[in-house]
């Protein structure tokens, strides 16, 4: 009897292990990773980047600033020689993005290019924010917007208010990568 109550609790124990273990690729190791490959262009940018453009707004406002951590931004430039790392790339973005977990809020095609945004969260309490678009002659790139509970009306009216740190070396980079990018 004792046997079996040890052999029943193992099997229990790997079941629940088994479950509790997400086998599932996050976007969190995918930008961990990729950070590695000299391929891609990865930034980290704190909030402590984005100010208010006046001083004197409203207390939404200056509560939907405090619910954003940090902003990830990682991209891969597409030239002649890497067209296949383009392809493979972005198909594990876009399978990472089918997970349910993520919930799509726009999705945008516009030809040879699209856009997608999904969100980790509830609808009036976003944890995280994925912007993933695609070019077939650019490349692809994939922001993340990392904070806790952000109200997807309060950050669309946040936008309007924000100024960015023109001072921040991680803007600075952040520039002149967008405007190399042709």
Do not use: H, W
């Not at 690729?25 to 990865?42: A, G, H, M, R």
């Amino acid at each position: 009897m004792k046997n079996f109550i040890k052999i029943s609790g193992l099997v229990i124990a790997v079941v629940l292990l088994t479950i509790a273990c997400d086998t599932n690729p996050s976007l969190q190791k995918y930008y961990v990773d990729s950070k590695e490959n000299s391929e891609f262009i990865s930034i980290d940018l704190p909030s402590s980047i984005l100010q208010l453009k006046e001083t004197e707004v409203s207390d939404d406002v200056k509560n939907a600033l405090e619910t954003i951590k940090k902003v990830n931004f990682l991209a891969l430039q597409l030239n002649e020689t890497n067209n296949d790392l383009y392809t493979s790339e972005k198909a594990k973005v876009k399978a990472i993005l089918k997970n349910p977990k993520y919930k799509q809020l726009v999705r945008m095609n516009m030809g040879k290019s699209n856009v997608t945004v999904n969100y980790l969260g509830e609808e009036d309490a976003i944890d995280e924010v994925v912007i993933f678009g695609a070019d077939n002659e650019k490349g692809f790139a994939v922001v993340r917007v990392i904070g806790e509970n952000m109200n997807p009306a309060a950050i669309l009216k946040l936008t309007q208010d924000i100024k960015m740190d023109d001072d921040s070396a991680q803007l600075k980079q952040l520039g002149s990568l967008l405007s190399s990018i042709k």
